[in-house]
């Protein structure tokens, strides 16, 4: 089991950067998949980006490739998510997530077994 922290939101303005902090605990971290998914009120949690147990493979949604970069230090037991060129659209509760496998990470909320409480993240136009 591992237990997930989530820091780093906050207000920013548009065209800003922000860096999200995800601090695991609990269990190996380089036996899983990482990943960040936003949710807003009244809709489904969306997909971000995820990352491999090695780092190796990433993905990303595409509203938010070329942007946003998912990045983890295993010695560290973190994941990262630096987010450029923000847009007021950003604006949502940020959630990291973990579930273990050395394949492909999945880009499906309902794969991912471990969840932080968020962050919020709010984006001024």
């Known amino acids: 089991q591992v237990q997930l922290v989530e820091s780093g939101g906050g207000l920013v303005q548009a065209g800003g950067s922000l860096r999200l902090t995800c601090a695991a605990s609990?269990?190996?971290?380089?036996?899983?998949?990482l990943g960040w998914f936003r949710q807003i009120p009244g809709k489904e949690r969306e997909f971000v980006a995820a990352i491999s147990w090695g780092g190796g493979m990433k993905y990303y949604s595409d509203s938010v490739k070329g942007r946003f970069t998912i990045s983890r230090d295993n010695g560290k037991n973190t994941v990262y998510l630096q987010m450029n060129s923000l847009k007021p659209e950003d604006t949502a509760v940020y959630y990291c997530a973990a579930y273990v496998t050395r394949g492909i990470p999945s880009m499906f909320a309902h794969t991912y077994d471990y969840w932080g409480q968020g962050t919020r993240i709010t984006v001024s136009s």
């Open positions: 609990g269990s190996t971290f380089s036996n899983y998949a």
